[in-house]
């Protein structure tokens, strides 16, 4: 199965890949089977099913619950692995040890991604996993499990201890990372009495796989109507992880569309209605946020999020050169431009420090937006218009000290995963890339495609602006401004052109002219 974070919205027209879920069915129709078929096909998914248990429920109530004969139950498998084999598989209700034990041995022969929802209880209260199954389930089925998704009620009944602080729930996603499964998400839509962050008005969900650990944080919509909600993240998870998207990209795109289903539920009984399903998630008030370290709470129980980077005026960035030496912001600054990146690499400190003073200098001169690239320190010091940053440099760079000293912030971004922790910071602008392939930096990302960056333009462009970047040259960016994106980045085709003035020149005049050509239809 591909696992990459490139991968573009589903193609309706090409053969859709299958998933499986293993799980009971509801006959009120807003969890369970129907909920995961439901996801399915928002993300263009096939999905087949293999029914564990039949129960008669409906909004207010569970009246009544059959598991299905261990005979028919192997018989779907089989039916369904000879002819139709999964590239992902969703577990939900169990019911009993045997179904369990019967699920565990047939993962076990499957090269499947297989998420497992723990299903232990009904929103009613009623049971939906036999007590007794429970040791049976964390010791047989969860070293099969590439993802397990428990909300904290059902990790506190994994784990037979009390959660009461994130400090808790960082500590049992280890716990359940040493049954065997190779990735946690403990979700917080159920920390209700938490002390911190969670407590009223923010939901937290933990991911960890034992070497990357992060908090996906986003605004909690008051609603009753959530009935299916474990059920359609685990199954949107595993859609997307079908379609190709990594792991990391897959959560993301799965808590939007649990954000966005929760935010246009509506009741169709007299109880508590279901998660709605609304096809791919597009608006950026659903996207999460990735924090490695929860922001601290203030004492009105709102998580505080950082202050938003200073933008960067009214003027959008337009053409935007990425130069490695003073000499090339001598050649271009001249010309008109307005917004520029010095990446230098490899160079001694003091040789570093003194082309970033003159570069400030000469950008000032010519009222040019001059973002350092990496060294923020001396973009600080000598007073840069703004810093440049990669994902891999948020770890170690002093945000806070950036933004007191008033710089702006444009950050990199190759995916989902990379856009939610953007959004958690709130830079000034956010690069996205490599839309080609491109020769001047070592990507572990493949090309993203004018499609992708049509479809982040369409949920980012409202709060952020945006910056192509990748292997763009003057016959490619006139596709890429079809996006709608604002800037487009470049380093070879300026450097490397036979006369950059007249390549400029050109560029220059491409992007001034942008809305007269969209609006002429030559876009």
């Known amino acids: 199965m591909p696992n990459t974070l490139s991968a573009n919205l589903p193609d309706t027209t090409a053969e859709k890949p299958i998933a499986w879920t293993i799980a009971g069915s509801d006959s009120g129709g807003g969890a369970g089977i129907q909920a995961d078929l439901l996801s399915f096909a928002d993300f263009q998914v096939h999905g087949c099913s293999v029914i564990t248990a039949s129960t008669a429920q409906n909004s207010q109530s569970l009246e009544h619950l059959q598991t299905l004969p261990l005979e028919h139950l192997s018989a779907q498998l089989q039916c369904l692995q000879d002819d139709m084999p999964a590239r992902a598989i969703k577990i939900g209700m169990l019911a009993n040890a045997s179904i369990t034990e019967k699920i565990a041995a047939f993962l076990k022969n499957t090269d499947a991604f297989v998420v497992c929802d723990p299903v232990l209880r009904a929103s009613s209260g009623d049971e939906l996993l036999e007590y007794s199954a429970r040791s049976t389930l964390l010791t047989q089925l969860l070293p099969c499990i590439d993802l397990l998704t428990p909300n904290r009620p059902e990790a506190e009944q994994l784990l037979q201890q009390t959660l009461s602080s994130n400090a808790d729930i960082e500590k049992a996603a280890k716990q359940l990372l040493s049954y065997g499964c190779k990735a946690v998400l403990i979700t917080g839509g159920h920390n209700e009495g938490f002390t911190e962050q ?215 971004t190759h995916s989902y995963w990379e856009i939610a922790r953007a959004h958690a910071i709130g830079p000034s602008y956010i690069a996205i890339g490599p839309i080609y392939e491109t020769t001047t930096k070592q990507m572990r990302f493949a090309q993203q495609g004018v499609k992708r960056l049509s479809e982040w333009v369409d949920l ?59 609006n002429n239809g030559e876009y």
């Open 198 to 412: 969670t407590t009223q008005n923010q939901s937290a969900d933990f991911f960890t796989n034992g070497k990357e650990s992060y908090w996906l944080l986003a605004d909690k919509i008051a609603s009753p109507h959530t009935h299916g909600s474990g059920c359609t993240l685990s199954s949107a998870i595993t859609a997307c992880v079908a379609q190709g998207y990594a792991l990391e990209d897959a959560l993301i795109l799965a808590k939007a569309y649990v954000t966005q289903g929760i935010r246009a539920a509506r009741p169709v009984g007299k109880g508590p209605g279901a998660v709605a399903h609304q096809g791919w998630p597009r608006a950026l008030a659903d996207l999460p946020r990735i924090f490695k370290k929860l922001p601290a709470p203030t004492n009105t129980n709102e998580t505080k999020t950082p202050a938003r980077f200073v933008d960067c005026g009214s003027k959008r960035l337009g053409l935007y050169p990425v130069v490695d030496n003073i000499e090339w912001l001598e050649k271009l600054l001249p010309l008109g431009i307005e917004t520029i990146q010095l990446r230098i690499k490899d160079q001694p400190l003091a040789n570093l420090e003194a082309q970033i003073s003159k570069a400030v200098a000469l950008a000032k001169h010519h009222d040019c937006r001059l973002f350092i690239n990496d060294y923020w320190q001396l973009a600080i010091k000598y007073g840069a218009y703004g810093v440049h940053l990669g994902q891999e440099d948020l770890d170690q760079a002093d945000l806070g000290k950036i933004a007191a000293a008033g710089l702006r912030l444009g950050l990199s």
């Open 460 to 518: 980012l462009s409202g709060s952020y602006p945006l910056v192509a970047i990748g292997g763009i040259n003057y016959e490619r960016a006139i596709k890429v401004l079809s996006s709608g994106v604002g800037s487009v980045a470049m380093v070879s085709a300026i450097t490397q052109a036979e006369d950059y003035i007249a390549e400029v020149d050109r560029l220059l005049a491409l992007l001034d002219g942008k809305q007269y050509l969209i």
